[in-house]
Every structure is written in structure tokens, then in C-alpha cells.
């Protein structure tokens, strides 16, 4: 077999590959009942992150509000994309940021575009001007902090609202706080890319450690490949740091049982931090652990001093920190009220109520 033999058999079976990638949402688009508007999402990627809560998990979440939902598989090409649009005939794609190299309005004229933004995307330099070259062509955005949506009406969105991520609240009874070792946890995505974060981490773990003997640091997101070294960066006597390989979502909730506390740092003086919404807290507020943040991004506008504890003063972030693993009962009694607030505010439930409220209104459907 000659060298270019692969390459031809592989031209050979991509439409077939293609074809069966897209017969999942054909046959779901053919079960599809009811007589509500239809939407469409186009998530970034598959089903883990911010995809599969604000796309994926969202679409879901619509159904209860009389909406038909179908989210296209993300390794569809544009052609299979474009095929499906015009047999379906939505009434809105639901489009979920750059970071997908066909989401990009101007490839689907004629149906309404509702953006989807977490991040401040228009900040990172690859990103930047696919963002930037789709606001003016969009019916609206939906932005998950104000930051975001002030950035997204001064780029040219006709509109732009805010709606914090949201998920489905875990069932399961969580350890009590009485029984979790001294364990902190900071659950950042790529944590050694955010060197101003890091920094916080590292000075108010080094400072603990001197007062609470077996205290761990428990970092996230470790792939093959990373530096091992990583963990090192955060030694301090008596603080043990361990980094755990990335995992399935449910044992990414399921590793928060024995926490005590959990770091949510945002550096202000970032330009990309400054867009952060509450992705990585939702698996504290699920899981009963009091939060340790920035007072940046949203953070402000949801904890109280009763929910969390939010400062930009590491010396105060230490004091509280201190107090609160020294008392198991007040670790609980602000894991407790968090909770609650985080039914209210951030369930898919109230992140879905509020989508379809933009949606209707954005499309003028009653």
C-alpha cells in the first residue's frame, strides 16, 4: 500500500463517518412533538463545561418551558450543519461563543442568531475578532456577567442580558462540614495558565499551613503532558498539594465531598478575569463548601458575608479562612445559606426561566 493510501481511505469514509455523526439529531428531530418554537444550539464543543451546562443542559431546561430543543453534534462539518438547518427550519440558533470555527453568524443567513457568552472571549487575541465581527449580526446575546454584556452592546449587539450559569442541583446528601478534613480546594480549569490567581492561592496557603498542621491544597484539571513541576510552586511547610487529572463530571462533583473550603480567585486588574461568571463555584455551592472569593467578575452581586466570603485583601481572605476552618458549625451555616441562594440564582431552572423570557422577547413569540 502506498503512503498516500491512509489519506485516500479516509476521504472515502468521511461522508459515511459525517453522515452517522448526524443521525442522532435527525432521528430526534423526527421524534419531535408539540407545537412550541424550536430551537437550535450550536454548542463549542461536546458535552463538558460550559458547553454541556449552557448549551447542552440548557436545551433541556427550555423543553419545560414549551420549547423544542436539539443541539447539533459540534464535529457536524457546515455542510451537514446547513442541511439540517434548512429541514428543521428553527426559529433561532442558539450559538454558543467563537470558540467553535463555524459559529459564526454570517455562515446561517436568514435565521436569528441568540449568542451565548461566558468568557470575555474578546480578550484572548485568537478569539478576538470573531467575536468582535459577530455582534453586529446577531438578534441578541446572551452574556453570562455584565461585564460581557456592556462589552457586547458597545460592539455592536442590537442587545445584550445577562444570565448566570446555572445547574441542576445534585440530590444526594453531602458530608456535613464536622466530618471534612482541612482540605481547600482551588477547581480552576488549566491552573497554571492563571499565574495572578495563582499567586493569591499560593500566599494564602502558605500562611494557613503555619496554622492548621495537615492542611491540603487540592488543584484540578491536570492532563498527560502538564508540567509535574506544578504542584511544587504552591510548597510551604506543613501544606500537602495534590492535583487531580481532569475527569467526568459527575466525579468532578463527586470529589468535593470531603472539602472544606474553596477557592474562587479572580485577579481585577486581568482583562479576562474580569468577565468570569460562576462556573467553577457551582460545584461549591452544590456541594456545601463556603467559598473563598475575589471581589471581582460577579461575585459581588451574589454572596453576602452570611453566602461566602469575598475580599480582595489577602490578609482578610487568610482571617476568615483561619476562623472558618477552626469551626466546622459556621463552615456549615454559610454552606447551608449559599445553598440555598444557589436554588434561587443559579439552578438551570432559573437559568432556563430567564433564557426563555429573552428568547420570547428577542423573537416577539407569546
Known amino acids: 500500500m502506498t503512503s498516500s493510501a491512509p489519506t485516500a481511505l479516509k476521504k472515502i469514509l468521511r ?205 484540578y484539571d491536570r492532563h498527560p503532558g502538564n508540567d509535574s513541576r506544578f504542584p511544587a510552586t504552591f510548597a510551604a511547610p506543613g501544606l500537602a498539594v495534590e492535583w487531580r487529572e481532569t475527569c467526568r463530571y459527575e466525579e468532578y462533583l463527586a470529589s468535593f465531598d470531603d472539602v472544606a473550603l474553596g477557592f474562587a480567585p479572580l485577579a481585577p486588574e486581568m482583562p479576562f478575569s474580569r468577565g468570569k461568571s460562576f462556573g467553577k463555584v457551582l460545584a461549591y455551592l452544590d456541594a456545601r463548601v463556603p467559598v473563598l472569593a475575589s471581589d471581582a467578575g460577579e461575585h459581588g452581586c451574589f454572596f453576602t458575608s452570611d453566602t461566602g466570603v469575598v475580599t480582595n485583601d489577602n490578609d482578610r481572605m487568610v482571617a476568615a479562612a483561619d476562623r472558618l476552618l477552626a469551626d466546622p458549625a459556621a463552615r456549615q451555616r454559610m454552606a447551608d445559606s449559599a445553598y440555598g441562594r444557589f436554588v434561587s440564582h443559579l439552578s438551570l431552572a432559573e437559568a432556563a426561566r430567564r433564557t426563555d423570557r429573552i428568547l420570547r422577547n428577542s423573537l416577539e413569540l407569546t
Open 15 to 219: 461522508p459515511p463517518l459525517g453522515m452517522m455523526r448526524a443521525l442522532p439529531v435527525h432521528f430526534a428531530h423526527a421524534r419531535l412533538g408539540g407545537r412550541g418554537p424550536m430551537a437550535l444550539f450550536l454548542p463549542a464543543r461536546g458535552p463538558s463545561g460550559a458547553s454541556l451546562l449552557r448549551s447542552y443542559a440548557m436545551a433541556e431546561g427550555l423543553r419545560a418551558k414549551g420549547w423544542r430543543t436539539l443541539v447539533l453534534p459540534w464535529k457536524l462539518t457546515l455542510a451537514q450543519r446547513s442541511r439540517f438547518i434548512a429541514r428543521a427550519l428553527p426559529d433561532v440558533l442558539v450559538m454558543q461563543s467563537a470558540r467553535h470555527e463555524l459559529n459564526d453568524p454570517a455562515l446561517y443567513p436568514g435565521v436569528p442568531v441568540i449568542y451565548d457568552m461566558d468568557d470575555a472571549d474578546f480578550h484572548l487575541p485568537h478569539l478576538a475578532e470573531a467575536v468582535t465581527r459577530a455582534m453586529p449580526r446577531v438578534t441578541a446575546v446572551i452574556a453570562g456577567s455584565r461585564y460581557i454584556a456592556d462589552w457586547a452592546v458597545g460592539a455592536g449587539a442590537p442587545a445584550a442580558h445577562v444570565v448566570w450559569t446555572g445547574t441542576r442541583p445534585t440530590a444526594r446528601r453531602r458530608p456535613v462540614q464536622a466530618v471534612r478534613p482541612p482540605v481547600i480546594a482551588w477547581a480552576q480549569t488549566r491552573p497554571m495558565d492563571y499565574v495572578a490567581e495563582a499567586a493569591i492561592v499560593r500566599d494564602v496557603m502558605a500562611r494557613l499551613a503555619h496554622r492548621h498542621p495537615g492542611l491540603t491544597l487540592r488543584l
